[in-house]
């Protein structure tokens, strides 16, 4: 059966990127800032963007488009004979599925606020009560199943199209809207009276803040955050490289991908703490900030539910192009693995993603007896604790090692695809960073998530 291949350049940056914009840049990006001091966090961000997130990007689009397989079958066609490289792809597979049996209630949520926020329901509420909203939504089991099936079924229904008609067309309009919504929010907070204090704090590093909440906190929580954006471990990004022909180099294409994902990031910022600022909310409230506190701030403002709305259907399409990107990796990786066709394959797994997503969806309500992390966790906690503390920087790193040793595929394999096309080359005084310098710094990312998380 011949590869489908993406129609154009546009749509494989824009699925990329898709894949990588997700809940991460425009939730997490901006509490984060807000916890760890505005600007000094966001120039780290930055930094360990271009050392790390990037050199690893390049890496797994290179063995998707030399395999020109999917994640669970790309080791086989490129791994000398005899190795066990292969058992990572199994696990790669077995990510993306554990990463979907959570992601898809985020999603639902998203859904669920965009809905509500629109059709007014928190207008009139105080600030309590909106927090109370929250609590009521994760309560309900039906609700919270109903959005979550809705959000698998219309995954499966998007990706059951050819990749050219299904996927790449969906996500490119998705995409450009996403990005159409951002930048009237932005333009939007620039009008609001805390525009010039939410801005400072935001983009002008604060040396005492950081001092404040510890330099090495910060340094950690910028290098985690820009290494997880990405989505790099589990091959989310190898299955767009192998739908991609020669005519580009792939270090090249990773900037581009990092660069829309970083401006998503960063624009994300510049909607959310201008409104802060001007409504008096607490920057560093951390994961409430978006459906706790940005609902009362909608509530202040004129027009609110229109803005708010707005709000919350750009953070659906985030989280859809992610939902979307990542099912198509799983749909590729049943492809290959059972020689399934497309149509098969979405009935399959859409049944099986929905009988794997309610645990987590019942987590909140039916299922919040069980603590499987200890105190007060949930079935989210351990599901995002094996994908983002486990298998995300372990992959990368075997991702790494393969492409650059000998004993896998190997440096000239690697240096050759990559370079295969017009763009940004990867130059041979890279070889000694990549091949040891990267991989240390991913596994002290990963002792250190152990740590810090089990503290």
């Known amino acids: 059966m011949e590869r489908e291949r993406l129609g154009s350049r546009l749509g494989f940056i824009l699925l990329s990127a898709g894949c990588a914009i997700g809940i991460g840049n425009v939730w997490k990006f901006p509490y984060m800032a807000g916890q760890y001091g505005g600007g000094a966090f966001v120039l780290l961000y930055l930094f360990f963007l271009v050392i790390m997130g990037i050199p690893v990007m390049a890496i797994e689009f290179s063995l998707g488009r030399a395999s020109q397989k999917s994640p669970v079958r790309l080791y086989q066609q490129l791994e000398p004979r005899g190795s066990k490289w292969h058992l990572h792809g199994y696990a790669a597979m077995a990510g993306n599925y554990l990463l979907m049996m959570f992601y898809t209630t985020v999603a639902g949520w998203m859904i669920q606020y965009f809905v509500s926020t629109a059709s007014g329901k928190f207008s009139g509420l105080n600030p309590e009560q909106v927090g109370q909203a929250f609590g009521e939504v994760c309560a309900n089991p039906t609700t919270m199943m109903a959005y979550t099936i809705l959000v698998v079924a219309v995954g499966f229904f998007v990706c059951s199209f050819s990749l050219q008609k299904g996927l790449e067309q969906v996500t490119k309009y998705m995409m450009l809207a996403l990005l159409a919504i951002m930048v009237l929010l932005a333009v939007h907070s620039f009008t609001m009276e805390g525009a010039t204090e939410g801005l400072t704090f935001y983009l002008k590093p604060d040396l005492e803040k950081m001092r404040e909440v510890g330099v090495g906190s910060v340094v950690m929580g910028a290098m985690n955050q820009a290494f997880f954006t990405l989505s790099l471990g589990i091959g989310a990004m190898a299955i767009f490289g192998s739908y991609l022909g020669k005519e580009r180099s792939l270090l090249g294409e990773s900037v581009n991908v990092a660069i829309l994902d970083t401006f998503v990031a960063l624009t994300s910022g510049l909607i959310i703490f201008p409104a802060c600022f001007t409504y008096n909310v607490e920057v560093g409230s951390g994961p409430r900030l978006i459906f706790v506190t940005l609902p009362n701030v909608f509530?202040?403002?004129?027009?609110?539910?229109?803005?708010?709305?707005?709000?919350?259907?750009?953070?659906?399409?985030?989280?859809?192009?992610?939902?979307?990107?990542?099912?198509?990796?799983?749909?590729?990786?049943?492809?290959?693995?059972?020689?399934?066709?497309?149509?098969?394959?979405?009935?399959?797994?859409?049944?099986?993603?929905?009988?794997?997503?309610?645990?987590?969806?019942?987590?909140?309500?039916v299922?919040?007896?069980?603590?499987?992390?200890?105190?007060?966790?949930?079935?989210?906690?351990?599901?995002?604790?094996?994908?983002?503390?486990?298998?995300?920087?372990?992959?990368?790193?075997?991702?790494?090692?393969?492409?650059?040793?000998?004993?896998?595929?190997?440096?000239?394999?690697?240096?050759?695809?990559?370079?295969?096309?017009?763009?940004?080359?990867?130059?041979?005084?890279?070889?000694g960073y990549i091949t040891y310098v990267l991989p240390v710094i991913m596994l002290v990312i990963f002792v250190i998530g152990l740590i810090s998380y089990f503290k």
């Open 367 to 431: 299922l919040s007896g069980i603590h499987p992390l200890g105190g007060s966790t949930n079935l989210m906690d351990l599901e995002d604790f094996l994908v983002s503390n486990l298998l995300l920087p372990l992959g990368s790193v075997l991702f790494i090692l393969f492409a650059t040793s000998k004993q896998g595929w190997g440096w000239k394999n690697f240096m050759e695809e990559a370079n295969a096309g017009k763009g940004l080359k990867v130059k041979n005084w890279m070889r």
């Open 299 to 365: 509530n202040n403002m004129s027009l609110g539910n229109l803005w708010g709305g707005m709000f919350f259907l750009f953070m659906t399409f985030a989280a859809l192009s992610t939902v979307f990107a990542v099912f198509e990796n799983i749909l590729a990786c049943c492809m290959d693995l059972f020689g399934w066709s497309r149509k098969k394959a979405c009935v399959i797994n859409c049944i099986a993603l929905i009988l794997l997503s309610l645990p987590c969806a019942l987590g909140f309500n």
